[in-house]
C-alpha cells in the first residue's frame, strides 16, 4: 500500500464532516501484521484492532491549511513500546472509536518500519510541499 487518504475521509472533507484545524487531531502507530487496511472501506477508528495499535499521540499542535495542504507542529509519542509497527494512521477523534473518522495511511516514509524500545518516538513530518497531507 503507498501513502494515501481514506476514501470516507476525502468525502467528509468534501462534505464538511471534518473541520481539520479545530478538530482533535491524533496519529497512532500501525503494526501491519494486526491490520490489513482497506482504504476505501475503512472509516472509523473501531476498523482498526485494538492490538494493531501500538501507540497514540496527543493532539495535533501548530495546525495550518493553505491551498488543500495540511501541516502541523512535529509530534512526539512518549514510552512507546510493543510490536514493531509498519505504518502511520491519521484519525479525528471524537472520544469515541466508533465516531472517529480516519483521515490518513502512511507506510512510506523514512524510519519505517520501527521498533519502539519504550522511549520517546518523535515524527518529523515534510517540510516539502506535502507537509502532513495535501488534498
Known amino acids: 500500500m503507498a ?7 476525502r468525502q467528509l472533507f468534501l462534505e464538511g464532516g471534518i473541520a481539520i484545524l479545530t478538530a482533535d487531531i491524533k496519529l497512532n502507530f500501525l503494526d501491519a501484521a494486526d491490520y490489513t487496511v482497506s482504504i476505501d472501506v475503512d472509516d472509523f477508528l473501531n476498523d482498526i484492532p485494538g492490538a494493531a495499535i501500538v501507540g497514540t499521540s496527543g493532539n495535533f499542535a501548530g495546525k ?45 516514509a523514512t524510519g519505517l518500519p520501527f521498533t519502539p524500545t519504550g522511549n520517546t518516538i518523535n515524527v518529523s513530518w515534510d517540510n516539502g510541499t506535502n507537509k502532513v497531507f495535501r488534498l
Open 3 to 9: 501513502n494515501a487518504l481514506y476514501g470516507k475521509s
Open 64 to 108: 495550518t491549511s493553505t491551498l488543500g495542504v495540511f501541516d502541523a507542529s512535529d509530534v512526539a509519542v512518549a514510552a512507546v513500546s510493543g510490536d514493531v509497527f509498519e505504518a502511520v494512521g491519521i484519525y479525528k477523534d471524537t472520544g469515541v472509536s466508533s465516531t472517529s473518522p480516519l483521515i490518513a495511511y502512511i507506510d512510506s
